[in-house]
């Protein structure tokens, strides 16, 4: 939980996505630590499951394609994945709240002032996937890569985006020497 809230409030950060393909893109670290001693990665066992409320966002489905695609992005990064004292654990967590979007417009239809307004309102969702990986030992987060979107209710393509969105949180983690003792697959 003090993870969780120091990684809301800290960054007040950011994502998923679904319908549009514009997000924003986070990362945060401390530029002190050296990132090349880490070899091994697990996952925490504070890993959150679904939650309940958003089965077309947040699902077994969308939760295994998250697994995968940051296990291979860690491995593209020269870790490999370790059971027994891993160096690092990561965690992810997704939230998705809903948004109301008001717009008000004249209705000025012919050259005169009316002082009518049309009020349209829209029912958004904001999506937020955060990604935090932690020092085990230490118990000290080393780096937190998030992503932000607004997005529609039917999630179409949904796999393919969250992919491409957890691609670009990693393009911002730490440039590392590569690593020749892990395996990628």
């Not at 070899?39 to 679904?50: A, L, M, N, P, R």
């Not at 966002?57 to 995968?68: C, G, K, L, Q, S």
């Not at 209710?153 to 020497?177: H, T, Y």
């Amino acid at each position: 939980m003090k993870v969780y809230n120091l990684l809301v409030t800290t960054l007040s950060i950011l994502l998923l996505l679904s319908c549009s393909d514009q997000y924003v893109v986070n990362s945060k670290y401390d530029s002190k630590d050296n990132f090349d001693k880490y070899k091994t990665y697990d996952w925490s066992e504070f890993q959150e499951g679904v939650k309940p409320g958003n089965p077309l966002h947040d699902n077994d489905y969308i939760r295994e394609i998250i697994n995968e695609t940051i296990e291979e992005e860690m491995q593209d990064k020269g870790f490999k994945k370790s059971e027994n004292n891993p160096d690092l654990f990561i965690e992810y967590f997704i939230n998705l709240e809903d948004k109301e979007s008001v717009i008000t417009a004249p209705l000025d239809f012919g050259g005169g002032s009316n002082n009518n307004y049309e009020v349209i309102k829209e029912e958004l969702k904001k999506a937020m996937l955060i990604i935090h990986i932690e020092d085990r030992l230490k118990q000290k987060t080393l780096w937190i890569g998030s992503a932000e979107s607004l997005i529609e209710s039917s999630p179409k393509n949904l796999d393919k985006k969250v992919i491409k969105v957890i691609e670009e949180i990693f393009e911002k983690f730490p440039e590392l020497e590569k690593n020749p003792d892990a395996i990628i697959h």
